[in-house]
Structures are given as structure tokens and as C-alpha cells.
């Protein structure tokens, strides 16, 4: 059977259908429980991090490396001659994915992933447009909510602290809501979820609600997803009144669901207390590491056209 | 004579009827019809029978292509243009707010990539009624004030 995403790009979450990303899920599945060390032999994949990011370039060059393929590629822009010579990305990826099988990219401007795969014939991911998208992100989010749950449908899920900037939420909470879960939105007033997000769910009939602390509701989750409310948007009075909302500590977790699971997209600094990483509840490190399997999926489904993923 | 002056023939041209008012003189700003010598006529907050002002275009020896149809409904959304041809309407239509606009607005997100790169700036329609564009490339949502353009 034909793979729907065959060859395809994976640009943004909005692009993909419930199916895809299903698909994109069991074989990430497949992967970790059945490592394929040979799958991609004789490819090579551009990584190209026109803006440098460690731990997503880390983890999708590990994902290559880990089903035999070949990684070319760079770490940061201001070695290319794009930077250096005024060369436009459109003939710059015109010429890297020429000697590529898949183009892997990471880029400081919005929508630089979506024009680049309009001057390539090879499938593009990804890894990060801007404050745009970052959809394998979301992918490994997902995966991990649905290795830990064994579901995505009807879960009640928590986001907590910078719900304004945080692009990783925004995806996973469009992604989610194909999946009529129940959202409970945790943050300073200054930093709530935006109107088009809010826009969004209230046309597809999605539940959710607003809350200021992470307590009120943290005995309802099945997951609760916690990133960093950053320092410098604050004055530091503000800052340190109204911190303590958003900072998650095992205390808190004595009541909760034996299923919960907290997520965090990492890099934490003080918003997970460690003492929460003892507990069973704490999976963020399992999520990382998921990222590599997630990645291996979307390589397997985007290179291969006929990889069955094994249930 | 009030009437008279808004009919007033043309042997051969377009007239813009229904503009709401105040964005006549942004459609002649936009269309670049200030550089052009042709004769137009521009009738501004004029009265209709609803109570509501409206602004009117007569340009002879100009016609709409379905391309600057569209554009036209970014500024007037029920305007109907009407086709004269030996001082006759030969053809008279409603303007249509088209699915997307390609190559007419820059994207008003200065960190978008479409600003330095060969590719022609491409926004969808996603609301009709107050009308907000979403950019193609980098995918964020504008209300149509935000566009310098229009105004």
C-alpha cells in the first residue's frame, strides 16, 4: 500500500489530516520497538540550520544516523554563502537539496520552510521557521501524549505559563483539536493564549477554559504541559509575584491521576522543581528522546514509499 | 442636478458604483490612476436611498480585468462596475472577493521571507466579513487595516 506521505513536505501542522497524522504516530511507534538500522542506506539528508539549534539539529541528525542514512549539512547561517555572499535561500536550497535525498532546515525568517520546498524537488521538513512553526515539535509531543495514554482522543490537557509566544503550544493545541480533547489554558493574563488560537477551537467546538493556577485543576489532567513563562517579560516585582503560579513542585501532584503525565519541551529552568523528576508523572526527558523517534517516522513515511509500520 | 451629475455619461469606459465611503480616493491611489491622463469623474460621500454615503469612479478608456476585480473588492467589497461602451452599459457586474490575492499585497510581517525572494507574496481570505488575509509563507493572520497598501 502506498504511503500518503510519500515524498511529501512537512511544512506546517495545519497541513497534515488526522489520518497523517496517526500514521506519522504508529510508525514512530514501530520504529522504537522495531529499530530499522538499514532503512534509509545509499540517502543522504541536507541538515541545513540556517540558525542554530542545538538539541532539534542533535536529535534529527541522530534520527538519520539511526536508520543508516548519511547526514550533509551545516549548523548555523553565518557560514553559508548565503550569509556571506547575499545568495537568496531560494537558490541556496535550489543547489543543496540537488545533492540530497530530503532536506532537513531550520531558518530565522517566517515561512523560510515553505518557500524553500517550492524550489526543491525533494521533500522538506521542517525544523523551525521563526516564531512560525515547528512541526516535528509537535509530532514528538504527540507521540509521546499517545505512548503514554494509548489515545489521543478525550484527554483533559493542561498548558501552563507562556501560552502568547510559545509556538510549541499553539501547534499542539491545532493538533490536539482533531482530536476533541479538553483543553485548560494556565498563564498570567499577559501571556494567555492568543485570539486566533482561542478563534480557532471556539469554530471546531472545542472545550476549554481559562485558569491562573496550575492547582485548580491539576487532579482533572491526564497531561500537563509546562513551559517556561520567561523572565525578561516582566518587571521584577511582577516577575516574582506572580511566578509562583506557574512553577510546578511534586507537592502538588499528591491528588492527581495515576496516568498524568508532565511534559515540558525543554530547556527548563525553574518552572519543574527537580523533586517532580523522581515521581512517576515526570516524562519530559522520555519526550526529548521521543523526538528522535518521531523523526525517524517522518523520514521512513517521506523516503520509502512502501515501510509498513509493525503494530 | 445632483443626479445628473452622478449619471453623467461617458462614451466609453468604466463606472464604480457602491463604493463605501471614503475609499474612492484610496482606489485611485491604488490602481495608480492619479499618473493616468484619462478623464475620470470621482463622486465622493454622495447620498443613496439606504441613508449611507458612497463614493462613485468614472474613468474613460479603462476597463477591469478580473484580476483588478478582485483587488477592488479589498476596498469595496459590494461594489458593481459597469462597462460602457458608446455611452451604453454593455456589461455590468458585482466585484467578488476572490479566494486569495497573489502578487498584489507585501506581507505586513517585516521577518517574512517573502520580502527577499524571488516568490510572488500570496495571502488567503479567512474571514469575509472583517476581512483578514493570512499570509501563504509565513501564516500569520492580518486585518485589512494592517496593510499599508489599502490605505
Do not use: W
Not at chain 1, 509537535?138 to 509566544?165: C, M, P, S
Not at chain 2, 447620498?47 to 454615503?53: I, L, P, V
Amino acid at each position: 500500500m502506498n504511503n500518503p506521505l510519500y515524498q511529501k513536505n512537512i511544512i506546517s501542522i495545519a497541513d497534515l489530516s488526522r489520518s497523517d497524522l496517526e500514521l506519522i504516530l504508529e510508525t514512530a511507534h514501530s520504529l522504537k520497538q522495531n529499530p530499522q538500522p538499514t532503512l534509509l542506506n545509499n540517502k543522504v539528508i541536507a541538515s541545513c540550520f540556517f540558525e542554530a539549534s542545538t538539541r532539534t539539529r542533535l536529535s534529527f541528525e541522530t534520527a538519520v544516523q539511526r536508520l543508516g542514512g548519511s547526514v550533509i549539512g551545516f549548523d548555523s547561517g553565518g557560514n553559508t554563502s548565503l550569509a556571506q555572499k547575499g545568495e537568496t535561500l531560494a537558490d541556496s536550497v535550489k543547489v543543496i537539496s540537488s545533492y540530497a535525498d530530503a532536506f532537513f532546515m531550520r531558518h530565522p525568517q517566517e515561512g523560510a520552510a515553505r518557500l524553500a520546498s517550492e524550489f526543491t524537488s525533494v521533500p522538506v521538513i521542517n525544523g523551525g521557521d521563526g516564531s512560525n512553526q515547528h512541526p516535528t515539535q509537535t509530532l514528538l509531543d504527540l507521540f509521546t501524549i499517545y505512548e503514554t495514554q494509548a489515545r489521543l482522543d478525550n484527554l483533559n490537557i493542561a498548558f501552563v505559563g507562556d501560552l502568547k509566544y510559545g509556538r510549541t503550544v499553539h501547534s499542539l493545541a491545532q493538533a490536539l483539536s482533531l482530536f476533541n480533547c479538553n483543553f485548560y489554558f494556565i498563564s498570567p493574563e499577559a501571556l494567555a493564549m492568543p485570539d486566533y488560537i482561542i478563534e480557532e477551537l471556539t469554530e471546531r467546538d472545542i472545550s476549554f477554559s481559562l485558569h491562573t493556577s496550575i492547582e485548580e485543576v491539576v487532579d482533572e489532567l491526564d497531561v500537563l504541559y509546562m513551559t517556561r513563562v520567561q523572565k525578561e517579560r516582566f518587571d521584577e516585582t511582577e516577575y516574582q509575584h506572580m511566578k509562583s503560579a506557574f512553577l510546578l513542585n511534586a507537592g502538588m501532584l499528591k491528588n492527581v491521576k495515576d496516568n498524568l503525565k508532565v511534559l515540558h519541551p525543554l530547556p527548563r529552568i525553574d518552572e519543574i522543581n527537580q523533586d517532580v523528576d523522581n515521581t512517576p508523572y515526570a516524562y519530559y526527558f522520555q519526550q526529548a528522546q521521543n523526538g528522535v523517534f518521531a523523526r525517524q517516522a517522518l523520514l521512513a513515511l517521506l523516503l520509502t514509499n512502501h515501510f509498513q509500520a509493525k503494530p | 442636478m445632483q443626479k445628473k451629475l452622478q449619471v453623467e455619461a461617458i462614451e466609453q469606459g468604466s463606472v464604480i458604483d457602491h463604493i463605501p465611503a471614503h475609499q474612492g480616493v484610496k482606489i485611485l491611489k491604488f490602481f495608480k490612476f492619479t499618473q493616468t491622463n484619462e478623464k475620470i469623474t470621482i463622486g465622493l460621500n454622495l447620498a443613496t436611498k439606504s441613508g449611507e454615503s458612497k463614493d462613485l469612479i468614472k474613468i474613460e478608456n479603462t476597463f477591469f480585468n478580473d484580476k483588478q476585480a478582485n483587488q477592488l473588492a479589498l476596498f469595496a467589497p459590494n461594489a458593481t462596475i459597469n462597462q460602457i461602451k458608446d455611452f451604453k452599459v454593455v456589461n455590468k457586474f458585482k466585484v467578488q472577493l476572490p479566494s486569495s490575492f497573489i502578487d498584489v499585497l507585501s506581507c505586513p510581517n517585516s521577518n517574512c521571507i517573502s520580502h527577499n525572494e524571488p516568490v510572488q507574496s500570496r495571502f488567503y481570505v479567512k474571514q469575509k466579513k472583517t476581512l483578514k488575509l493570512k499570509c501563504h509563507y509565513c501564516e500569520k493572520s492580518f486585518n485589512r487595516a494592517t496593510f499599508d497598501e489599502l490605505d
